[in-house]
Protein backbone atom coordinates (compact mmCIF):
# COMPACT_ATOMS: atom_id res chain seq x y z
CA UNK A 1 0.00 0.00 0.00
CA UNK A 2 1.02 3.70 -0.69
CA UNK A 3 2.08 5.97 1.85
CA UNK A 4 3.22 8.79 2.91
CA UNK A 5 7.10 7.82 2.81
CA UNK A 6 6.75 7.55 -0.55
CA UNK A 7 7.81 10.91 -1.10
CA UNK A 8 11.34 10.20 0.61
CA UNK A 9 12.36 8.43 -2.16
CA UNK A 10 14.90 9.75 -4.95
CA UNK A 11 12.50 10.65 -7.48
CA UNK A 12 10.89 13.05 -5.44
CA UNK A 13 14.32 14.81 -3.76
CA UNK A 14 14.56 18.70 -4.62
CA UNK A 15 17.01 17.72 -7.28
CA UNK A 16 15.15 15.41 -8.97
CA UNK A 17 12.05 17.45 -8.99
CA UNK A 18 13.97 20.56 -9.88
CA UNK A 19 15.22 18.60 -13.09
CA UNK A 20 12.07 17.32 -13.99
CA UNK A 21 10.17 20.83 -14.29
CA UNK A 22 13.04 21.95 -16.18
CA UNK A 23 12.31 19.13 -18.86
CA UNK A 24 8.23 19.76 -18.33
CA UNK A 25 6.90 22.16 -21.54
CA UNK A 26 5.97 25.14 -20.27
CA UNK A 27 2.75 27.19 -21.23
CA UNK A 28 4.64 29.94 -23.60
CA UNK A 29 3.93 33.51 -23.21
CA UNK A 30 3.84 36.26 -25.75
CA UNK A 31 7.01 38.18 -24.38
CA UNK A 32 8.61 34.70 -23.64
CA UNK A 33 7.94 33.59 -27.54
CA UNK A 34 10.18 36.90 -28.41
CA UNK A 35 13.18 36.00 -26.73
CA UNK A 36 13.08 39.41 -25.23
CA UNK A 37 15.03 38.74 -22.36
CA UNK A 38 18.56 37.83 -21.76
CA UNK A 39 18.68 34.79 -19.57
CA UNK A 40 21.30 35.54 -16.77
CA UNK A 41 22.10 33.18 -14.33
CA UNK A 42 23.45 33.90 -10.72
CA UNK A 43 24.80 32.39 -7.67
CA UNK A 44 24.02 34.99 -5.67
CA UNK A 45 20.59 36.77 -4.54
CA UNK A 46 21.91 40.40 -4.87
CA UNK A 47 23.64 41.72 -8.27
CA UNK A 48 24.68 44.95 -9.84
CA UNK A 49 24.76 46.50 -12.86
CA UNK A 50 26.93 49.30 -14.10
CA UNK A 51 26.49 52.09 -16.30
CA UNK A 52 29.51 53.53 -18.12
CA UNK A 53 28.53 57.06 -19.68
CA UNK A 54 29.88 56.86 -23.20
CA UNK A 55 29.49 60.07 -24.74
CA UNK A 56 31.15 61.89 -27.73
CA UNK A 57 33.84 64.68 -27.19
CA UNK A 58 34.12 67.26 -30.29
CA UNK A 59 38.13 67.86 -30.21
CA UNK A 60 39.18 71.43 -30.09
CA UNK A 61 41.74 72.51 -32.25
CA UNK A 62 45.44 73.10 -30.91
CA UNK A 63 48.63 74.76 -31.45
CA UNK A 64 51.37 71.97 -32.71
CA UNK A 65 53.90 71.96 -29.55
CA UNK A 66 50.70 73.26 -26.86
CA UNK A 67 49.13 70.78 -24.33
CA UNK A 68 46.72 68.57 -26.51
CA UNK A 69 42.97 68.24 -25.58
CA UNK A 70 42.99 65.44 -22.52
CA UNK A 71 39.66 62.70 -22.71
CA UNK A 72 37.86 62.83 -19.62
CA UNK A 73 37.48 59.47 -18.10
CA UNK A 74 33.94 58.30 -18.66
CA UNK A 75 31.49 58.45 -15.42
CA UNK A 76 30.73 54.36 -14.34
CA UNK A 77 27.30 54.53 -12.08
CA UNK A 78 26.84 51.05 -9.90
CA UNK A 79 23.58 50.28 -8.94
CA UNK A 80 22.04 47.38 -6.44
CA UNK A 81 19.19 45.06 -7.64
CA UNK A 82 18.25 41.92 -6.00
CA UNK A 83 16.33 38.96 -7.69
CA UNK A 84 12.23 38.27 -6.17
CA UNK A 85 11.01 35.04 -4.96
CA UNK A 86 7.86 33.79 -7.44
CA UNK A 87 6.43 30.52 -5.25
CA UNK A 88 3.01 28.41 -5.27
CA UNK A 89 2.44 25.31 -3.69
CA UNK A 90 0.22 23.17 -3.27
CA UNK A 91 -0.98 20.96 -0.49
CA UNK A 92 -1.25 16.88 -1.29
CA UNK A 93 -3.16 15.30 1.91
CA UNK A 94 -2.62 11.21 2.71
CA UNK A 95 -6.59 10.75 1.72
CA UNK A 96 -6.12 11.91 -1.59
CA UNK A 97 -3.33 8.81 -2.15
CA UNK A 98 -5.60 6.36 -1.19
CA UNK A 99 -7.64 6.37 -4.82
CA UNK A 100 -3.86 5.88 -6.54
CA UNK A 101 -3.14 2.07 -6.98
CA UNK A 102 -0.98 0.39 -9.83
CA UNK A 103 -2.87 -0.17 -13.08
CA UNK A 104 -1.59 -2.44 -16.36
CA UNK A 105 2.08 -2.13 -16.09
CA UNK A 106 2.46 1.21 -14.28
CA UNK A 107 3.69 0.47 -10.74
CA UNK A 108 1.94 2.65 -7.95
CA UNK A 109 5.53 4.69 -7.69
CA UNK A 110 4.44 5.42 -11.33
CA UNK A 111 1.08 6.60 -10.14
CA UNK A 112 2.03 9.05 -7.75
CA UNK A 113 4.67 10.18 -9.83
CA UNK A 114 2.14 10.91 -12.81
CA UNK A 115 -0.09 12.62 -10.35
CA UNK A 116 2.58 14.80 -9.24
CA UNK A 117 3.23 15.85 -12.49
CA UNK A 118 -0.17 17.04 -13.19
CA UNK A 119 -0.71 19.17 -10.19
CA UNK A 120 3.36 20.25 -10.97
CA UNK A 121 2.08 21.44 -14.60
CA UNK A 122 -0.67 23.47 -12.92
CA UNK A 123 1.56 25.41 -10.56
CA UNK A 124 3.69 25.96 -13.52
CA UNK A 125 1.00 27.32 -15.62
CA UNK A 126 0.75 30.11 -12.86
CA UNK A 127 3.85 31.06 -12.82
CA UNK A 128 4.57 31.22 -16.38
CA UNK A 129 1.54 33.52 -16.34
CA UNK A 130 3.51 35.37 -13.57
CA UNK A 131 6.39 35.67 -15.91
CA UNK A 132 4.61 36.61 -18.44
CA UNK A 133 2.49 39.61 -16.35
CA UNK A 134 6.53 40.30 -14.64
CA UNK A 135 7.83 41.16 -18.10
CA UNK A 136 5.14 42.86 -19.69
CA UNK A 137 5.56 45.58 -16.53
CA UNK A 138 9.34 45.63 -17.32
CA UNK A 139 8.62 46.92 -21.08
CA UNK A 140 6.54 49.34 -19.00
CA UNK A 141 9.74 50.76 -17.10
CA UNK A 142 8.06 49.72 -13.96
CA UNK A 143 8.12 46.57 -12.27
CA UNK A 144 4.82 45.33 -10.83
CA UNK A 145 3.77 42.87 -7.97
CA UNK A 146 0.48 40.83 -8.56
CA UNK A 147 -1.56 43.60 -6.73
CA UNK A 148 0.04 46.53 -8.55
CA UNK A 149 2.43 47.20 -6.04
CA UNK A 150 5.68 48.94 -7.53
CA UNK A 151 8.44 46.63 -7.11
CA UNK A 152 11.51 48.61 -9.38
CA UNK A 153 10.96 51.80 -11.17
CA UNK A 154 13.28 51.71 -13.92
CA UNK A 155 13.51 54.89 -14.55
CA UNK A 156 14.28 56.20 -11.26
CA UNK A 157 16.83 53.15 -10.81
CA UNK A 158 18.55 54.68 -13.65
CA UNK A 159 18.19 58.17 -13.68
CA UNK A 160 15.83 58.53 -15.91
CA UNK A 161 12.45 60.71 -16.92
CA UNK A 162 9.98 58.51 -18.67
CA UNK A 163 8.60 59.88 -21.29
CA UNK A 164 5.39 61.35 -22.32
CA UNK A 165 2.46 59.40 -24.12
CA UNK A 166 2.42 59.85 -27.61
CA UNK A 167 -0.70 61.17 -29.65
CA UNK A 168 -1.15 58.93 -32.57
CA UNK A 169 -4.64 60.17 -33.40
CA UNK A 170 -5.32 57.74 -35.72
CA UNK A 171 -8.62 58.84 -36.84
CA UNK A 172 -7.29 62.07 -38.22
CA UNK A 173 -3.22 61.37 -38.37
CA UNK A 174 -1.47 62.29 -41.66
CA UNK A 175 2.12 62.17 -42.29
CA UNK A 176 2.32 59.16 -40.50
CA UNK A 177 5.51 58.36 -42.10
CA UNK A 178 7.58 61.27 -40.56
CA UNK A 179 5.60 61.45 -37.32
CA UNK A 180 6.90 58.04 -36.31
CA UNK A 181 10.04 58.55 -37.48
CA UNK A 182 10.38 61.65 -35.42
CA UNK A 183 8.30 60.45 -32.84
CA UNK A 184 9.31 56.78 -31.82
CA UNK A 185 12.51 55.77 -34.36
CA UNK A 186 14.15 58.18 -33.94
CA UNK A 187 14.06 58.33 -29.95
CA UNK A 188 14.61 55.01 -29.52
CA UNK A 189 17.53 55.05 -31.99
CA UNK A 190 19.16 57.88 -30.44
CA UNK A 191 18.20 55.95 -26.44
CA UNK A 192 20.53 52.92 -27.34
CA UNK A 193 23.43 55.05 -28.41
CA UNK A 194 26.12 52.43 -30.04
CA UNK A 195 23.99 49.36 -29.32
CA UNK A 196 21.14 50.10 -31.77
CA UNK A 197 21.79 47.84 -35.12
CA UNK A 198 20.65 47.26 -38.44
CA UNK A 199 19.51 43.96 -37.39
CA UNK A 200 16.71 44.90 -34.79
CA UNK A 201 13.36 46.15 -35.00
CA UNK A 202 10.80 48.37 -33.18
CA UNK A 203 8.13 46.27 -31.93
CA UNK A 204 4.80 47.88 -30.43
CA UNK A 205 2.27 45.83 -28.60
CA UNK A 206 -1.29 47.26 -28.99
CA UNK A 207 -4.83 47.60 -26.98
CA UNK A 208 -7.56 46.04 -29.05
CA UNK A 209 -8.95 49.49 -30.18
CA UNK A 210 -5.36 51.06 -30.99
CA UNK A 211 -4.41 48.21 -33.61
CA UNK A 212 -7.81 47.95 -35.16
CA UNK A 213 -8.02 51.72 -35.68
CA UNK A 214 -4.03 51.87 -36.77
CA UNK A 215 -5.48 49.82 -39.49
CA UNK A 216 -8.61 52.04 -39.94
CA UNK A 217 -6.20 55.22 -40.65
CA UNK A 218 -6.44 56.64 -44.36
CA UNK A 219 -2.51 56.28 -44.83
CA UNK A 220 -2.37 53.09 -43.96
CA UNK A 221 -5.27 51.83 -45.65
CA UNK A 222 -3.97 53.65 -48.62
CA UNK A 223 -0.42 52.71 -48.69
CA UNK A 224 -1.62 48.48 -48.33
CA UNK A 225 -3.95 49.48 -51.37
CA UNK A 226 -1.13 50.16 -53.56
CA UNK A 227 0.69 46.45 -52.59
CA UNK A 228 0.87 42.76 -52.67
CA UNK A 229 -0.15 43.03 -49.02
CA UNK A 230 -3.32 44.90 -49.87
CA UNK A 231 -5.66 41.26 -49.30
CA UNK A 232 -4.27 41.75 -45.21
CA UNK A 233 -7.35 44.68 -45.21
CA UNK A 234 -9.68 41.92 -46.05
CA UNK A 235 -8.86 39.34 -43.44
CA UNK A 236 -9.60 39.08 -39.72
CA UNK A 237 -6.76 40.31 -38.05
CA UNK A 238 -7.70 40.24 -34.48
CA UNK A 239 -4.72 39.42 -32.23
CA UNK A 240 -2.72 39.59 -35.08
CA UNK A 241 0.43 42.02 -36.30
CA UNK A 242 1.53 44.24 -39.13
CA UNK A 243 4.56 46.13 -40.20
CA UNK A 244 3.72 49.58 -41.56
CA UNK A 245 6.40 52.68 -41.26
CA UNK A 246 9.53 50.06 -39.73
CA UNK A 247 7.61 49.16 -36.57
CA UNK A 248 5.69 46.01 -36.03
CA UNK A 249 2.62 46.89 -34.63
CA UNK A 250 1.42 43.52 -32.34
CA UNK A 251 -2.42 43.26 -31.17
CA UNK A 252 -1.33 42.31 -27.90
CA UNK A 253 -3.27 39.00 -26.17
CA UNK A 254 -3.00 38.50 -22.58
CA UNK A 255 -5.48 36.78 -20.31
CA UNK A 256 -9.24 36.24 -21.15
CA UNK A 257 -10.63 38.53 -18.79
CA UNK A 258 -8.25 41.55 -20.64
CA UNK A 259 -7.13 42.60 -17.13
CA UNK A 260 -4.90 40.22 -15.64
CA UNK A 261 -2.64 40.25 -18.09
CA UNK A 262 -3.43 42.95 -21.01
CA UNK A 263 -2.86 46.02 -22.34
CA UNK A 264 -5.11 48.57 -22.63
CA UNK A 265 -7.40 49.22 -25.22
CA UNK A 266 -6.68 52.05 -26.28
CA UNK A 267 -3.05 52.10 -25.43
CA UNK A 268 0.21 50.56 -26.90
CA UNK A 269 3.76 49.83 -25.46
CA UNK A 270 6.90 50.71 -27.67
CA UNK A 271 10.38 48.72 -27.31
CA UNK A 272 13.10 47.39 -29.18
CA UNK A 273 14.10 43.75 -29.48
CA UNK A 274 17.48 42.76 -31.10
CA UNK A 275 19.88 44.34 -28.65
CA UNK A 276 21.45 42.53 -26.53
CA UNK A 277 20.73 43.15 -22.82
CA UNK A 278 18.52 46.02 -23.16
CA UNK A 279 16.17 43.31 -21.35
CA UNK A 280 17.24 40.84 -18.95
CA UNK A 281 15.76 37.64 -16.60
CA UNK A 282 18.23 37.18 -14.02
CA UNK A 283 17.79 34.13 -12.28
CA UNK A 284 19.41 33.18 -8.40
CA UNK A 285 19.80 29.74 -6.71
CA UNK A 286 16.72 28.73 -4.33
CA UNK A 287 16.45 28.26 -1.22
CA UNK A 288 18.03 25.25 0.39
CA UNK A 289 21.58 23.32 0.95
CA UNK A 290 21.29 21.46 -2.40
CA UNK A 291 21.35 24.66 -4.57
CA UNK A 292 23.97 26.59 -2.68
CA UNK A 293 26.56 28.77 -4.81
CA UNK A 294 25.30 26.76 -8.19
CA UNK A 295 23.84 29.00 -11.16
CA UNK A 296 20.39 30.33 -10.80
CA UNK A 297 18.01 28.30 -12.81
CA UNK A 298 14.59 29.24 -14.40
CA UNK A 299 12.48 27.36 -12.16
CA UNK A 300 12.60 25.13 -9.50
CA UNK A 301 10.19 22.47 -8.01
CA UNK A 302 10.09 20.36 -4.63
CA UNK A 303 8.19 18.33 -1.88
CA UNK A 304 8.28 18.83 1.18
CA UNK A 305 6.59 16.11 3.60
CA UNK A 306 4.91 16.49 6.87
CA UNK A 307 7.64 17.39 9.55
CA UNK A 308 5.10 16.65 12.38
CA UNK A 309 4.86 12.90 13.73
CA UNK A 310 1.04 12.90 11.88
CA UNK A 311 2.92 12.57 8.57
CA UNK A 312 -0.69 13.98 6.97
CA UNK A 313 0.24 15.78 3.89
CA UNK A 314 2.98 16.71 1.70
CA UNK A 315 3.46 20.32 0.04
CA UNK A 316 4.37 20.58 -3.32
CA UNK A 317 5.67 24.05 -4.73
CA UNK A 318 7.06 25.77 -7.73
CA UNK A 319 9.36 28.66 -7.78
CA UNK A 320 11.53 31.20 -9.58
CA UNK A 321 14.10 33.05 -8.07
CA UNK A 322 14.24 35.91 -11.06
CA UNK A 323 13.92 39.71 -12.05
CA UNK A 324 13.05 40.94 -15.50
CA UNK A 325 14.51 44.33 -15.48
CA UNK A 326 14.66 46.83 -18.31
CA UNK A 327 18.35 48.62 -18.34
CA UNK A 328 17.61 50.98 -20.93
CA UNK A 329 14.71 52.44 -19.96
CA UNK A 330 14.60 55.23 -22.06
CA UNK A 331 14.10 52.96 -25.08
CA UNK A 332 10.94 52.82 -23.83
CA UNK A 333 7.82 54.30 -25.36
CA UNK A 334 4.15 54.62 -24.85
CA UNK A 335 1.12 55.33 -26.82
CA UNK A 336 -2.63 56.36 -27.18
CA UNK A 337 -4.98 56.09 -30.07
Request: aromatic share 10%; hydrophobic share 40%; with cysteine.
Amino acid sequence: MIGMNVFKQDAFSALSMTAAIQDMETVPGFLRSLNLFTPTPIRTKDFFIEKRGQTLKIIPVTERGSAKSRRSKDRRNVRNFATVRLAEEDRILADELQGIRAFGSETELEAVQTEIARRQMLLDNDLSATIERHMLSAINGILLDADDTEIYDFYDEFGVVQGSEINFDWAAKTGVKKFIAENVKRPIIRALGGRATTGMEIVALCGDSFFDKLQENAEYRATYLQTEAARTLLQDNVFDEVRAWGVRWINYRGTDDNSTIAIASDKCKIFPRGVPNVFQAVYSPAEGFDFVNTLGLERYSMIVPDPTVANEYADLSVASYCLHLCTTPNALLQGNE
